[in-house]
């Protein structure tokens, strides 16, 4: 099937709206990693003790916020995926349709 | 355990088997994917064939490196908690790379990060620029990991130095020159396989020692050695210099050239988001588990072995599978190393190898008018070269402190690659000038910062004070990138390139002609 790619023949609209809500998405847990991320340093920077905090007879409070850190990642990659591929690829679908009704 | 009983350092024979079987296997393998690398795409990208989980995998086995391997278990076998946090700084960069750059990459690309970069811009300057930027990060990247290898393999095997490097730069050679990345994809997923499968034995034994109760290994480790190793200690000390790092592991991942090229090997965009999750996931288990491993060898082989054998603790994974699986496991972590160190300076080597013909020989000698049997003929000899080039430089290098040439591949990646990615595919009216000025920015920054900073200028060239106080310049240098980058495309503006945006964009987040 035929495709224009030039960009006057799309529902600009749906586009535009595309476009805003990935980075929107995106962004969004960009910051949040980089929150996560950078509160942990700092917090060793200046607040080592609170990770030092015993929370068992031997555990410390650090072990499983660090291993959280790490789970966090896994699992911020894994909201990504499943709202690109619920919602961000319908979108696609949808103005792909548009450019070949024109 | 008493130190004397270990046979690390000599000729194991088990290890000796299963590095053959490894290194035969991934031939046959090379043989069959050499028929199938002919075209540019099958030499650069395995002909976009790779799935997404296959992708995840081979990314994984990109990045878990010997060093991070055994480097980081040993560092939590001598300082506990520490180790925690350096492994966490290594994974964090993934999501990076998944929000900001892995769907538009594919979309726009073809072989190389440059090809983004050059989408809209004057194809010259910034293929040259970008290759600066690619081949540093590759170079010093390849330097400390031959370096690395060649005493790693002498520890383990007893084997010279000088044969340890030539083995490995002959072996990798043949891999990339005759099975181009298809070959590369496979030895990257066979050495994950082996690696995550390795270690989750070892961990495995780690816990039936334990009863299967982390408390309990815990415990034992805090009776032996005090509440210290599960509390934060030294690493971060200097709240800047412990951002300044964190900023260039973060960006610097999204901006490696042996990790952004894999992703040309998916099909499409969907395939590329799919292998960054899986990617995480499989690296963030493997840092648990030689979270895990770094506190079995404290507890069940000791510290004072441990660095007896090797004062940075790089011997820990191994006495500890020797000491909790016997020899033959001992053995078969052994070989898994080595060809750990065999799959990724293949990826670096392919990924140079690809900006020298792609980049440089086809865009800027011949402006693009090279054919397709031209193009790949060019790869496999930059690849020879390049092969060459690590042996020697491996060998040049031997007993030099390299250790920081990883940390500086990382912010020459953040400073040179990463804005300049990054800003043409956010920034509708960055130019050609902006662009090339950003590149040469970032490295320069990064390169001439770290001299002057404590890890050169003290570490290595003894000098009493450092000129530049933090051990890594990315805080600094990647700011400037980004701004001399939105300077020179507000100087010297690119209305070519801002009208090009549109169509661009269509094609970024569509995926309408993507190749």
């Given at each position: 099937?035929?495709?224009?790619?030039?960009?006057?023949?799309?529902?600009?609209?749906?586009?535009?709206?595309?476009?805003?809500?990935?980075?929107?998405?995106?962004?969004?847990?960009?910051?949040?990693?980089?929150?996560?991320?950078?509160?942990?340093?700092?917090?060793?920077?200046?607040?080592?003790?609170?990770?030092?905090?015993?929370?068992?007879?031997?555990?410390?409070?650090?072990?499983?916020?660090?291993?959280?850190?790490?789970?966090?990642?896994?699992?911020l990659t894994g909201i990504y995926v499943f709202w690109a591929n619920s919602r961000y690829d319908k979108s696609v679908q949808d103005v792909l349709k548009s450019m070949r009704r024109r | 355990m008493d130190p004397m009983i270990t046979s690390i350092g000599q000729p194991n024979p088990t290890s000796i088997i299963f590095f053959f079987v490894f290194v035969s296997a991934t031939l046959v393998i090379t043989y069959y994917a050499a028929k199938k690398s002919r075209s540019a795409a099958q030499f650069y990208a395995a002909g976009r064939s790779v799935t997404g989980l296959q992708n995840g995998l081979a990314l994984a086995g990109d990045?878990?490196?010997?060093?991070?391997?055994?480097?980081?278990?040993?560092?939590?076998?001598?300082?506990?908690?520490?180790?925690?946090?350096?492994?966490?700084?290594?994974?964090?960069?993934?999501?990076?790379?998944?929000?900001?750059?892995?769907?538009?990459?594919?979309?726009?690309?073809?072989?190389?990060?440059?090809?983004?970069?050059?989408?809209?811009?004057?194809?010259k300057p910034i293929r040259i620029a970008a290759s600066i930027g690619s081949l540093m990060t590759v170079c010093f990247y390849l330097i400390a990991q031959m370096v690395g290898s060649g005493s790693l393999i002498k520890m383990v095997f007893g084997m010279p130095y000088e044969v340890a490097v030539v083995i490995v730069g002959v072996v990798m050679i043949m891999y990339v020159l005759f099975g181009g990345m298809l070959a590369t994809t496979w030895v990257q997923i066979i050495k994950a396989v082996l690696l995550l499968g390795g270690a989750t034995f070892l961990v495995f034994l780690v816990l039936l020692h334990f009863g299967f109760s982390y408390t309990e290994l815990f415990k034992q480790a805090a009776v032996k050695y005090g509440s210290k190793v599960l509390e934060p200690g030294g690493l971060v000390s200097n709240p800047w210099d412990a951002v300044s790092l964190g900023i260039a592991l973060m960006f610097g991942t999204a901006g490696l050239p042996h990790i952004l090229m894999r992703f040309y090997t998916v099909p499409d965009a969907k395939q590329a988001r799919k292998s960054v999750f899986y990617a995480t996931g499989f690296i963030g288990y493997f840092y648990i588990l030689t979270f895990t491993i770094g506190f079995g060898a404290m507890v069940i082989v000791g510290q004072d072995v441990i660095s007896k054998m090797d004062a940075g603790g790089n011997m820990a994974a191994l006495l500890l599978a020797e000491a909790a699986g016997g020899t033959v496991f001992l053995g078969f972590i052994a070989a898994v190393a080595f060809a750990t160190i065999l799959a990724v300076v293949a990826g670096l080597t392919l990924a140079g190898a690809s900006t020298l013909s792609h980049d440089l020989y086809v865009s800027v000698f011949r402006s693009g008018r090279s054919s397709e049997e031209e193009e790949v003929k060019v790869a496999r000899m930059a690849t020879l070269a390049l092969g060459v080039v690590a042996i020697v430089l491996g060998l040049a290098f031997k007993g030099q402190n390299v250790a920081f040439m990883v940390g500086l591949a990382f912010a020459i990646a953040a400073s040179a690659n990463f804005p300049a990615l990054l800003m043409s595919i956010l920034w509708r009216n960055f130019s050609t000038f902006g662009a090339a000025l950003s590149i040469a920015t970032g490295t320069t920054l990064a390169v001439g910062l770290i001299i002057v900073s404590p890890t050169v200028w003290v570490d290595i060239l003894h000098n009493p004070l450092a000129i530049f106080p933090l051990r890594n310049p990315a805080i600094i240098s990647m700011t400037g990138a980004f701004a001399a980058g939105y300077l020179g495309s507000k100087l010297r503006p690119d209305a070519e390139a801002s009208r090009k945006y549109e169509e661009q964009k269509i094609r970024n987040y569509l995926g309408v002609g993507a190749e």
């Open positions: 099937m035929h495709i224009d790619r030039s960009p006057g023949v799309m529902d600009s609209k749906k586009f535009q709206a595309l476009v805003v809500s990935k980075w929107k998405v995106s962004l969004s847990l960009t910051a949040i990693m980089l929150a996560v991320y950078f509160g942990f340093i700092l917090v060793l920077a200046f607040a080592k003790d609170l990770l030092a905090v015993k929370i068992g007879e031997h555990m410390t409070l650090g072990i499983p916020v660090g291993i959280l850190v790490i789970v966090l990642a896994c699992v | 990045y878990m490196s010997a060093a991070s391997f055994l480097g980081i278990a040993g560092l939590v076998s001598l300082k506990g908690y520490d180790g925690l946090i350096y492994s966490i700084g290594w994974l964090v960069g993934w999501p990076i790379v998944m929000f900001l750059i892995a769907e538009p990459l594919r979309n726009l690309g073809k072989f190389t990060f440059a090809d983004v970069v050059a989408y809209r811009l004057s194809q």
